[in-house]
């Protein structure tokens, strides 16, 4: 598309910014008081109406009935968002400090907590106001601290096993024959030792299953509850994902619709393929913050949202996260609450 002036550059600005305000076509009237007061920028009405057809001509704002004001298309969100980011590189990324106290404060939080990835989800959420993703880093190179056992009966047993990254994976494992706890409590301190140190990866593909040469009751009972215990990491090199605040967008107008809510309702209840569409964009961007605008998406299932994506690091392990919300969401914002908890993080871009 052509180089557009300077003029048409304010209005195309004032019509994006009170539609993402409104969620409604907006009318040459009203960019005009907006513009009066919000720009002090006093523009006839005649020469609003002139610009904002030519701007509809140019394919950045569209007309969705003859009599109504004018909408964003996605070359106007486009051309939106590259200025904005533009002016964000210029400013350095300056992050308020209310909204960096928070991240470091939930960061805390959720040192050592089993549900961190949760944690920053909701974290994510609350500072775009929008859908937040977050897929966090595979374990297969994540080491064991230790392993537990706790008897329910004489042939049940619960395994709990401790991760270095503060994570716990519990199973229950049933045993083939009566056991006593003193022979189960002997079985958790062998497998304790060979466990501690090894990776997710090594556990799950079975480095464990012969434990040792002796064969004696506390060694088969060992046997027995590595080679169940396995199940407790079989999805292990799937990466955790956890999305939070649905609500946050489901009351806007977009999802007045049935289209809309069908299409977010098929992508948020697959984790399987929230991971393959983060892999997906990560792919074109190559870690670098992307922002796809409806059409623009390559993801059939996402185009008639927009979402923003990048990488984060947790553990010196590298985890992908999102923004998802309608096409008009508020982009500095979401801006705000990424560069936030990357710079915090220390994100490696």
């Known amino acids: 598309m052509k180089t557009i002036d300077t003029r048409s550059l304010e209005i195309l600005d004032a ?19 907006f513009l009066t007061t919000a720009v002090s920028s006093a523009v006839s009405s005649a020469t609003i109406r002139q610009v904002m057809k030519k701007l509809e001509d140019e394919g950045y704002l569209e007309q969705p009935h003859t009599s109504s004001g004018r909408l964003p298309t996605d070359a106007g969100y486009r051309l939106y968002v590259d200025r904005l980011r533009t002016g964000w590189a210029l400013r350095t990324r300056v992050i308020p400090e209310e909204i960096r106290q928070e991240v ?11 549900d961190r990835i949760g944690i920053l989800a909701r974290l994510l959420s609350r500072l775009t106001s929008n859908i937040s993703i977050i897929v966090g880093p595979s374990l297969d190179q994540v080491r064991a601290q230790r392993m537990e056992l706790y008897p329910r009966s004489s042939t049940r047993v619960l395994m709990v096993v401790i991760l270095d990254n503060s994570q716990v994976h519990t199973g229950m494992v049933q045993l083939p024959e009566p056991q006593t706890d003193s022979v189960i409590e002997q079985a958790a301190r062998l497998i304790s030792q060979r466990v501690a140190g090894r990776t997710v990866e090594e556990i799950r593909d079975g480095v464990l299953e012969t434990v040792d040469l002796v064969c004696n009751p506390v060694t088969r009972c ?3 509850i590595v080679k169940q215990g396995k199940e407790l990491f079989r999805d292990a090199d799937q990466p955790e994902v956890q999305l939070e605040g649905v609500a946050n967008i489901l009351g806007e107008p977009e999802f007045g619709q049935p289209e809309p809510l069908k299409a977010l309702l098929r992508f948020i209840e697959s984790p399987a393929a929230i991971r393959l569409a983060m892999d997906q964009l990560d792919g074109v961007t190559h870690g670098s913050v992307g922002v796809w605008i409806g059409q623009e998406n390559p993801l059939d299932e996402l185009r008639q949202f927009s979402m923003l994506t990048g990488r984060f690091d947790l553990d010196g392990r590298q985890g992908l996260l999102g923004v998802l919300g309608p096409r008009r969401m508020w982009y500095q914002q979401a801006f705000y609450g990424i560069d936030a908890m990357q710079q915090v993080m220390s994100i490696t871009r």
Do not use: F, K
Request: glycine share 10%.
């Open 15 to 33: 019509v994006v910014r009170l539609n993402i305000e409104t969620g409604r076509a907006v009318s040459s009237g009203l960019v005009e008081r």
């Open 104 to 114: 470091r404060l939930d960061l805390q939080r959720a040192q050592g907590h089993p």
């Open 222 to 224: 060992a046997e027995t």
